[in-house]
């Protein structure tokens, strides 16, 4: 009705109260995300089927301007006694004017209703009026005096009075003592009676609270004590507590944290009591579930925020592992309702999340996720279409570091030989086990709406999931898990991710490079529903496999029978991605760390500006080089070996040396550190056991003459000598007795 109405009748000071509390039904269905209540609130004859989000919130802000609008009219002129002739006719009863009327009339619906909607409405239309009639101090104190001397108290319109006049009287003295009497009364209710007396005082408490912005106390130091030692007994008693005490607990006990963060006792343990047990026996199927996180989360962030004071610092570390398991357990039941809904989070949901991934991510170590059962179900998120972006990506980021940990493991168990044949290395089968019963993407996909392409979100997500097991693993192990995506990579991942950067022409534009940092994508802050940020993340997918696998993508584009299909990955690949490849296989041999590995007094690498590195192993001052130069559409073609310089080694195997690091380069996914350091243990194999044992004719390792190594033994003193140096010596000596027994050879 309130849609076809025409401005004049919405200008109607008797439609005021409707058009009020239309708006505030209207803004808690928008918050619970109901589309049932958009419906019954919206009744156009135009609607024909689901009302789209926008048209609610449009109304929304259609019905606030005319409340806001209207309600300014009659503010503006109010006279200076107002207030106070106002505030002393809700409780005798007698209005003297239109407004006054109007606010009765309300005042005695909350009066005579079980609902707390008129009561919110009485709420909002005083704190309308107090703000567009520019009232003092004064003022907003007879509306709290009203408040106070209400007989029987009436909680609802309580409530109502100290929210809207918190702004206005916080600092009065009548608001101050309403909140000592309210706090008084409630450290004296009994724990039979916190589920009803308890509940009415906390939601007093919650309602008097000052603005998040003033950073003003509540309650005195030694009331808030008083308080917090009576809800302690309301917690150890036998009594049971409901959920709605719980969660007005942690409301509260918020706003009390920074009052009584200095005194001594156990009131910070009663806290984080409410914490634990609030995060552990909440139920996120449930309406009340996630509205109790979001108080929870919010009392947790402030005890964390005031651990600069030493006695905050000590309680929280006493109950670390308490809260990293409550946290965990947290976020695990939102990943599994999340898993089981499809439906986009409501306001709340959503700040609860974004709220609850900041906590973990702060507080909770990977390795808290790190059992088979926690870890199936960070995958099953990851794997699911869902809506809850900022949720699935956090267990993305949880399941790849708990991956690495793992990889780790592997690697060092590899390392010593003590992987046992339960444990053998390989990927996540759930999550290949997914990716097996996917479809690979083609152009009709951007045809689906928006809300459809968190499937294609998803399915990226695994592919991250996937190659996050290349990224601490070692040779042995990435040979391991390459073998298991053969298949994937070539049917699903590589023509799919060429479906997104390719778009489609006229309609969706390929995707320009230049635009994006390929190796760094944060996929926090991606819109599934984008086009540029799917195609940007697809980008980035295709460049780690570059990064862990270039022997099955080379594979793969040299099979293409596609050939404008061949051209776009040429192009793409050398324009794009071989840059900062070679920029990346380099970084790695500047690394302090690497160089350490490979330079010594032996081995020495330069790094050129041709893409190219120079690697040089000196035997007895005599270098031997070889040189990996890397072409300018790597990985597509593979790294290029160069024979620089033999010495000491014979042609054939000095060709095996070289086919070696070429096959690791080339087929096993190698870095150029790897190959590199294959060709230093090929060097230091071959001339180990060397130093000491010159020959004694030429006094050298190396031969001058011919680059060859000391072979041939003395058979009485077992000295060996170079073969061109032994037949020179015989030839001019004129003697076939060794140089140094003089034994005939």
């Given at each position: 009705a309130c849609m076809e109405m025409s401005e004049d009748t919405m200008s109607s000071i008797d439609v005021l109260p409707l058009l009020a509390l239309t708006a505030l039904v209207l803004e808690d269905a928008l918050i619970a995300g109901d589309t049932k209540i958009w419906l019954q609130v919206y009744r156009s004859s135009k609607t024909t089927a689901v009302m789209d989000r926008g048209i609610a919130e449009s109304f929304l802000v259609r019905l606030v301007h005319t409340v806001t609008r209207r309600l300014s009219m009659l503010a503006s002129d109010l006279p200076a006694s107002w207030h106070e002739s106002a505030a002393q006719a809700m409780l005798n009863g007698s209005p003297s004017d239109a407004l006054t009327t109007l606010m009765h009339s309300v005042w005695t619906h909350a009066m005579d209703s079980e609902s707390v909607g008129f009561a919110r409405l009485f709420a909002r239309l005083l704190a309308g009026i107090l703000s567009l009639s520019s009232a003092s101090t004064t003022d907003a104190e007879m509306w709290v005096r009203t408040g106070m001397r209400m007989r029987p108290p009436h909680t609802p319109l309580a409530c109502a009075i100290l929210s809207a006049t918190r702004t206005h009287a916080y600092d009065s003295p009548s608001h101050e003592r309403w909140r000592n009497e309210i706090a008084a009364n409630l450290s004296g209710v009994p724990p039979a009676r916190a589920n009803t007396d308890g509940v009415n005082g906390l939601q007093m408490l919650?309602?008097?609270?000052?603005?998040?912005?003033?950073?003003?106390?509540?309650?005195?130091?030694?009331?808030?004590?008083?308080?917090?030692?009576?809800?302690?007994?309301?917690?150890?008693?036998?009594?049971?507590?409901?959920?709605?005490?719980?969660?007005?607990?942690?409301?509260?006990?918020?706003?009390?944290?920074?009052?009584?963060?200095?005194?001594?006792?156990?009131?910070?343990?009663?806290?984080?009591?409410?914490?634990?047990?609030?995060?552990?026996?909440?139920?996120?199927?449930?309406?009340?579930?996630?509205?109790?996180?979001?108080?929870?989360?919010?009392?947790?962030?402030?005890?964390?925020?005031?651990?600069?004071?030493?006695?905050?610092?000590?309680?929280?570390?006493?109950?670390?592992?308490?809260?990293?398991?409550?946290?965990?357990?947290?976020?695990?039941?939102?990943?599994?309702?999340?898993?089981?809904?499809?439906?986009?989070?409501?306001?709340?949901?959503?700040?609860?999340?974004?709220?609850?991934?900041?906590?973990?991510?702060?507080?909770?170590?990977?390795?808290?996720?790190?059992?088979?059962?926690?870890?199936?179900?960070?995958?099953?998120?990851?794997?699911?279409?869902?809506?809850?972006?900022?949720?699935?990506?956090?267990?993305?980021?949880?399941?790849?570091?708990?991956?690495?940990?793992?990889?780790?493991?592997?690697?060092?168990?590899?390392?010593?030989?003590?992987?046992?044949?339960?444990?053998?290395?390989?990927?996540?089968?759930?999550?290949?086990?997914?990716?097996?019963?996917?479809?690979?993407?083609?152009?009709?996909?951007?045809?689906?709406?928006?809300?459809?392409?968190?499937?294609?979100?998803?399915?990226?997500?695994?592919?991250?999931?996937?190659?996050?097991?290349?990224?601490?693993?070692?040779?042995?192990?990435?040979?391991?898990?390459?073998?298991?995506?053969?298949?994937?990579?070539?049917?699903?991942?590589?023509?799919?991710?060429?479906?997104?950067?390719?778009?489609?022409?006229?309609?969706?534009?390929?995707?320009?490079?230049?635009?994006?940092?390929?190796?760094?994508?944060?996929?926090?802050?991606?819109?599934?529903?984008?086009?540029?940020?799917?195609?940007?993340?697809?980008?980035?997918?295709?460049?780690?496999?570059?990064?862990?696998?270039?022997?099955?993508?080379?594979?793969?584009?040299?099979?293409?029978?596609?050939?404008?299909?061949?051209?776009?990955?040429?192009?793409?690949?050398?324009?794009?991605?071989?840059?900062?490849?070679?920029?990346?296989?380099?970084?790695?041999?500047?690394?302090?760390?690497?160089?350490?590995?490979?330079?010594?007094?032996?081995?020495?690498?330069?790094?050129?500006?041709?893409?190219?590195?120079?690697?040089?192993?000196?035997?007895?001052?005599?270098?031997?080089?070889?040189?990996?130069?890397?072409?300018?559409?790597?990985?597509?073609?593979?790294?290029?070996?160069?024979?620089?310089?033999?010495?000491?080694?014979?042609?054939?195997?000095?060709?095996?040396?070289?086919?070696?690091?070429?096959?690791?380069?080339?087929?096993?996914?190698?870095?150029?550190?790897?190959?590199?350091?294959?060709?230093?243990?090929?060097?230091?194999?071959?001339?180990?056991?060397?130093?000491?044992?010159?020959?004694?004719?030429?006094?050298?390792?190396?031969?001058?003459?011919?680059?060859?190594?000391?072979?041939?033994?003395?058979?009485?003193?077992?000295?060996?000598?170079?073969?061109?140096?032994?037949?020179?010596?015989?030839?001019?000596?004129?003697?076939?007795?060794?140089?140094?027994?003089?034994?005939?050879?």
């Open positions: 919650r309602c008097a609270a000052a603005p998040w912005s003033a950073g003003r106390a509540l309650i005195p130091t030694q009331r808030a004590v008083f308080v917090l030692q009576g809800l302690q007994r309301w917690i150890t008693s036998d009594d049971d507590l409901s959920e709605t005490v719980f969660a007005l607990l942690a409301s509260v006990l918020t706003e009390f944290a920074p009052v009584v963060q200095s005194v001594p006792g156990r009131h910070l343990d009663l806290m984080l009591d409410v914490v634990e047990e609030n995060m552990h026996a909440v139920d996120l199927d449930e309406d009340t579930g996630w509205p109790t996180l979001y108080l929870t989360l919010g009392l947790l962030n402030t005890l964390y925020d005031l651990r600069t004071h030493e006695h905050v610092r000590d309680t929280i570390e006493q109950h670390g592992h308490a809260l990293q398991d409550a946290l965990r357990d947290a976020f695990l039941g939102a990943c599994i309702h999340a898993s089981a809904s499809r439906g986009t989070p409501n306001d709340v949901q959503d700040a609860s999340m974004v709220l609850l991934t900041e906590l973990v991510d702060m507080h909770v170590p990977s390795s808290r996720f790190a059992s088979p059962e926690d870890q199936e179900v960070l995958t099953k998120l990851v794997c699911t279409p869902s809506t809850n972006r900022q949720l699935q990506v956090a267990a993305l980021r949880m399941l790849g570091a708990a991956t690495h940990e793992r990889v780790r493991e592997q690697v060092v168990e590899i390392s010593l030989g003590s992987l046992s044949t339960s444990s053998a290395p390989e990927l996540n089968a759930s999550l290949v086990s997914s990716l097996k019963k996917a479809i690979a993407l083609t152009p009709a996909l951007w045809e689906e709406v928006e809300d459809d392409r968190s499937t294609v979100f998803s399915f990226l997500l695994q592919w991250l999931a996937v190659l996050d097991h290349f990224v601490e693993a070692s040779l042995p192990l990435r040979t391991v898990f390459a073998s298991e995506l053969q298949t994937l990579l070539p049917t699903q991942l590589l023509p799919s991710v060429f479906v997104l950067i390719s778009g489609v022409p006229r309609d969706v534009p390929a995707l320009d490079g230049l635009r994006y940092a390929l190796d760094e994508v944060d996929v926090a802050q991606l819109t599934p529903a984008s086009v540029p940020a799917l195609q940007g993340l697809a980008a980035h997918v295709y460049y780690r496999t570059l990064v862990h696998v270039p022997t099955q993508v080379r594979d793969w584009w040299m099979s293409l029978r596609d050939r404008q299909l061949s051209m776009r990955v040429a192009h793409f690949t050398s324009r794009f991605c071989t840059p900062v490849l070679a920029e990346r296989e380099l970084r790695h041999l500047r690394d302090p760390a690497a160089l350490s590995r490979l330079q010594d007094e032996s081995m020495s690498v330069r790094i050129l500006a041709s893409n190219e590195v120079v690697a040089t192993y000196t035997v007895d001052e005599h270098p031997m080089e070889i040189g990996v130069r890397l072409p300018s559409d790597y990985p597509l073609h593979g790294v290029e070996i160069r024979d620089l310089k033999r010495v000491g080694v014979s042609e054939a195997q000095w060709r095996a040396w070289l086919l070696a690091v070429q096959q690791l380069l080339s087929g096993r996914n190698g870095l150029i550190l790897d190959a590199l350091t294959l060709f230093k243990k090929n060097a230091e194999a071959k001339f180990q056991g060397y130093e000491g044992a010159e020959c004694a004719i030429c006094y050298s390792i190396i031969s001058p003459t011919d680059q060859s190594l000391p072979t041939k033994p003395c058979r009485t003193c077992k000295h060996k000598f170079h073969g061109s140096c032994l037949f020179k010596w015989v030839s001019t000596s004129g003697a076939s007795t060794c140089p140094l027994c003089r034994s005939i050879l």
